[in-house]
């Protein structure tokens, strides 16, 4: 079932954090069989539509400097 999901306690809020990146999400699965348990992991790939570079780049700024337009 992939077992519990590894942390680290931050030392200065006491909260768990993963020890690596996750992201948590939830989407309707058929389960026909009745097989699926709570609290499984898995992994899954994020299809987004394409940006071009100029967009990239256009965010990075705009996060980077604050612009008041």
């Known amino acids: 079932h ?3 999901l ?3 306690t931050d030392p200065t809020t006491g909260i768990e954090r993963p020890q ?4 948590q999400a939830r989407v309707p699965i058929d ?3 009745g097989m699926y348990l709570l ?19 256009w965010r990075l ?8 337009l």
Not at 61 to 68: G, K, L
Request: no cysteine; glycine share 12%; hydrophobic share 25%.
């Open 39 to 57: 609290g499984l992991r898995g992994q899954a790939r994020v299809h987004t539509r394409p940006i071009s570079l100029g967009s990239r780049l």
């Open 6 to 8: 590894p942390t680290q």
């Open 61 to 68: 700024v705009a996060r980077t400097f604050n612009f008041e």
């Open 20 to 23: 690596s990146t996750s992201y």
């Open 31 to 33: 389960d026909p069989e």
């Open 2 to 4: 992939g077992g519990e």
